[in-house]
């Protein structure tokens, strides 16, 4: 049989910084070199779009401008994406996606902009720039998803996260989000090292960029297992891929973090 | 206090190009301006044509570089600040470089590229005739931040100089909206040719309108969001250029154009490859026709132009000649791409990416560069510089074949094995990160070559 993942893009214009896309390509790429049909369905400001066929949603980042449009148009699907992300479909939101997937977001002058609750998080406007490579330890949030699931990872599930942060907002989650990890290297939600993302059933937020997808592939292929597990109801296991060059880029980036000097504006 | 800051830091020129120390760039304005803070204005003051600045995120180089070339064609004694020393330190390091003791200048004219975000600090000093933005892309944001902010740097820098012409780019809509800033005259300049435009979609950096928010409309894209825009839902829309391109041909190694001017139109046949080129020699057009300079030498000029310093340079390796195109983010991957694939023939490319701060320390903006969009089949790739395997990994998910991809972190080992992959009398395309071009150099450009960088006063007949 051969099977199948649908992937909703949000605002793929409007929410794109720092190599966001590349995400999407990870995904892709490793859904085709399984043979798995991965079919994108882009969702832009204004489009009528009924998310009843969605697998997994992709958000992730955007400037300041226009995060007010995005709210406004990401509020009239709350519900539809609530229910997706309640009845286990995967959702992956990087930074400003991260940021409206959480309760609201406070700007510097103070306005607040509505997010869409599905983490029980909030963010507030920092006044400087958090910028610089991230390691992040997810030990505790992976050894949960194994348990929760009881099936075989193709991959053992890696313990670090690395990618690239650039924001200035900061993010407290409430009781009934847990942080995705904790900071190794880096600045993290609330730009004091310690908690890094979050996440909800499957739905996952974080601040890296870099892109995140390609240098972690296990976690790439963890959301394509739960996309296959929701669309299909029962785990499918994955064929193995060739990740040498991954995994070296991963190490590489590890290593690169902890020499590369941080800076924040 | 300003002799003694001429003084000392004309010592300092002196000794730091001697031993070779950081070849005094940037210390001797440092000193000069931390003895007198006013020195920069004293003596841009005593230039007879005043200061010219060219900002922007792409180009500024380039644009320079050819503006000085159409200047010395018209006889102009034209002052330039090095490339990579474009912060207000640089700027001094020139100026002092050309001042005499008693604080005048042998050069008509300063020709300054200016880095974005100390825009404010140099316009203040310097007080500019002409400021030119060439585009705003994203580039290094880890420095800036986000690209609003960066435009509302060069803006605020704009504001409050009655006296001074502001040129913008017609066709990036984040450029033009800097208007809204300016108080003095403004001129545009821009493509008008339907016939090109792109489908990639790739590093379509400002793609909302900057007022409402909205979606953006093009007529046709030229490159990444540069092309005809409007705003459908706040009615914004392009400014018609004063000064334009049209009829454009492109070849992987040249291109022909266009031009023109307030009165004439010039056909021009022009030795540089890309749109991105166009764009900068056109930008340079518009500021020497401002400036008073006749058709004949900007067209001179621009017939026999040169890229600016590892931004398009032939190297030779082994035997074997490599074209090395810098590039900084993914506007000018893009672009290095197209030319390299205009005629859509396989190729063998290097690709360095180092994570440097001169560099911009974020690489997440390979993903942004649209490798998908060219048929990469059969072309032979070698990653290298210190994020080797960032990039390695971006070609992978390109679909370049593992057999077609050579991963190797030294620099100078990774150029050896590009060139040992060219046929007999093939060219080789390298496209560097800014670090990674000047270490390519630092091995395989003579040093009589590296010299010629300097700040200089170029004087027509040398």
Known sequence: MSYKIKLYHLYPDAMNLYGDLGNVIALSKRCQWRNIEFEKVDVKIGDKIDFADADMIFMGGGQDRGQKIVSNDLLKRKNEIQNLVESGAPALTICGGFQLFGKYFKTQKGDEITGIEVFDAVTIAGDKRLIGNVVVDISVATSKWVQKFKYEMIEKPQTTLVGFENHSGLTTLGPNCEPLGTVVKGYGNKGDGGYEGGWYKNALGTYLHGSLLPKNPWLTDHLIEMALMYRYGSPIPLDKLDDKLEILAHKAAVERAKTAKTLSL | MKILAIFIAKIILFVTRITHLGGGT???????????????KKISERLKYGVVIITGTNGKTTTAKILTEILTEEGFSVLTNPSGSNLARGIASSLVGAATLSGSVEADIAVFEVDEATM?????QLRPKIVLVTNLFRDQLDRYGELDKTAAIIGKSLTGFSEMTTILNADDP???????YVEGRIIYYGLEDTEISTDSTAAMDSKDCMFCGHELEYESRYLGHLGRWKCPNCRRIRTKPHIWVSEISLEPLKSSYSLKLRREELKIEMPLPGLYNIYNALAAATIATLIGVGAPAISHALRSCEAAFGRMELIEVSGKKIMMLLVKNPTGANQALAAIFSDNKAKKIGFYLNDNFADG????????????????????????????????LRLKYAQVDKNYLHSEKDIMIATEKLAELLDEGEIGYLLPTYTAMVEVRSHFVSKDDQLCDMGKVTKHGI
């Open chain 2, 174 to 180: 984040l450029v033009s909206s800097l208007s809204d």
């Open chain 2, 26 to 40: 940037t210390l001797p304005g440092l000193v000069a301006t931390k003895i007198d803070k006013n020195v920069i």
């Open chain 2, 361 to 392: 320390t974020d690489i997440s903006w390979i993903w942004d560069v649209d490798f998908e969009y060219f048929d990469l089949a059969k072309t032979k790739f070698v990653a290298s510089g210190n994020r080797a395997e960032d990039i390695a």
């Open chain 2, 120 to 124: 404010s600090e140099v316009t203040t």
